[in-house]
């Protein structure tokens, strides 16, 4: 998946090296018990109207995409970002869109959580679609959704990596 992917600056060179070398030498890559691990994340957008989805995250206290771990037996980060795209918003027709490349690699510093200690997610960000905006629904009640237009998500979060996410996205359209 990232054999032909190209950093765009020296930021994502770094993650991207350190990722490589993630999935060249761990036994497990994606294993939640190890202090770097892959994750899957997604941008979802509805191409139509030029909104992106954006979901709360408590533990993070932010506005973020969707995504997460693998489940057991998941190795495949677009996988893991349909599936985690779906659970975390009830839309049933996501795809990827308008390829199913990664968008974005970035390895991203996770708080510890209660007995979790702080680790890190090597997150390769990709874009999923669909057509119902309005089928969109929280998967819990501490996890609200809000549609938004590109150039108001990139405003209302405060990832510097998932504005440049956007960003590329925002370049998509």
Same mark, same amino acid.
């Given at each position: 998946?990232? $054999? ?5 600056? $020296? ?23 190890? %202090? ?32 997460? &771990? ?31 490349? %990664?968008? &974005? ?13 702080? &680790? ?12 119902? %905006?309005?089928?969109?629904?929280? $998967? ?23 504005? $440049? ?9």
């Amino acid at each position: 998946m990232l $054999e032909g992917y190209r950093a765009r600056d $020296e930021v994502e060179s770094a993650d991207l090296a350190r990722i490589r070398e993630l999935l060249a030498t761990a036994e497990d890559p994606f294993a939640r018990d190890t %202090p770097l691990h892959v994750t899957g994340s997604a941008a979802i957008v509805h191409p139509d109207s030029g909104r992106v989805l954006l979901r709360w995250h408590a533990r993070q206290q932010a506005w973020l995409q969707v995504g997460g &771990h693998g489940d057991p037996g998941e190795t495949d980060p677009l996988d893991i970002a349909l599936r985690e795209g779906r659970e975390e918003t009830g839309l049933t027709d996501l795809v990827p869109w308008p390829t199913a490349a %990664p968008l &974005h690699t970035v390895i991203v510093p996770v708080p510890a959580k209660g007995a979790e200690p702080a &680790h890190e997610h090597a997150d390769l960000r990709f874009v999923l679609a669909t057509r119902e %905006p309005d089928a969109a629904r929280p $998967e819990k009640p501490d996890a609200p959704l809000k549609w938004l237009p590109l150039d108001e998500a990139i405003d209302a979060v405060t990832e510097d990596s998932l504005r $440049e996410t956007l960003r590329r996205v925002r370049e998509l359209r």
